[in-house]
Nanobody
Framework: QVQLVESGGGLVQPGGSLRLSCAASGSIFSMYKMAWYRQAPGKQRELVASITRGARTNYADSVKGRFTISRDNAKNTVTLQMNSLKPEDTAIYYC?????????WGQGTQVTVSS
């Protein structure tokens, strides 16, 4: 059973920063790609960033240059550093991994960017 637990969301002003963390259970964490998705009200869930087990990263165009994804395989954690936040970044952010064609999701953490 894979469990993902996010933390670090909150309210921040435009231009501010937040750091999201995802703690994963299980010793197989290091074997799989990890990702962050987000879902804004009335919109579909979208990929924000992903990182392979070899630390190759991929970002949505809307966050390139502002967000950084990283992982610590020894601690079973994946982190999303978000800088220069904009109101349009407001959403629930979810940690994700796909293992043997099964998606696993965390419970989500709310990020609100507002003055």
């Amino acid at each position: 059973q894979v469990q993902l637990v996010e933390s670090g969301g909150g309210l921040v002003q435009p231009g501010g920063s937040l750091r999201l963390s995802c703690a994963a259970s299980g010793s197989i964490f290091s074997m799989y790609k990890m990702a962050w998705y987000r879902q804004a009200p009335g919109k579909q869930r979208e990929l924000v960033a992903s990182i392979t087990r070899g630390a190759r990263t991929n970002y949505a165009d809307s966050v390139k240059g502002r967000f950084t994804i990283s992982r610590d395989n020894a601690k079973n954690t994946v982190t999303l550093q978000m800088n220069s936040l904009k109101p349009e970044d407001t959403a629930i952010y979810y940690c994700n991994t796909n293992i043997l064609a099964t998606d696993y999701w965390g419970q989500g953490t709310q990020v609100t960017v507002s003055s």
